[in-house]
């Protein structure tokens, strides 16, 4: 299997490179386990983001360093989920498509926590920002729940989002074409 070398915060990482669409791969970088690095990568983002009152990600990739962020922070933390709940009381919602889903999904937050976002300054939260369509529908949905996007990071920035000076990010991902 092809792999793309990251070197990152002093760490190497080897990621297998994955066809997402005919003629696109995209180096697969997934977070889930890699508490070495989530805990660094937590450190740095904090120490660059502005004062906020809450940061907000995406279910599921971005939850362990939202999670990180919030503790070094002393910040409480805010997860859309990608589809509406039973328990869910006045559901706040907004559609996306992502590269790496290719089909359109749900954020969703419960009414609960797009109260606790109300008139809050937020940090939105995330793993990779590659299109910058998963990070736009977050910002649209913490909008209509009343929260103002102070930030938008993530690890890493991937193909023409290294480009974007609306982002912090601390390493850059390729896009493979063939």
Known sequence: MEKYTLELLGLKRELPIIEVAPGLKIA??????DTELVSLAA????????PID???SAEA???????EVSRLLGKK???????????MASPVTEEVVSITTQKKQ?????????????G???ALIDDVISTGSSIAALERLVTKAGGHV????????????????????LGVLPLFKS
Do not use: C, T
């Not at 450190?43 to 502005?50: D, F, G, K, N, T």
């Open 28 to 33: 697969s970088f997934v977070i889930l386990g």
């Open 150 to 169: 102070a930030a938008k990071a993530a690890i890493l920035a991937e193909g023409d989002a290294a480009f974007r000076e609306d982002l912090i990010f």
């Open 54 to 56: 809450m940061v907000v």
């Open 61 to 67: 990739k971005g939850i362990p360093l939202v999670h």
């Open 106 to 118: 749900l954020l969703v937050l419960n009414g609960e926590d797009a109260e606790k976002i109300n």
């Open 43 to 50: 450190q740095e983002i904090v120490r660059r983001l502005p």
């Open 120 to 122: 809050k300054s937020i």
């Open 77 to 87: 933390y805010i997860v859309a989920r990608k589809s509406i709940k039973p328990y």
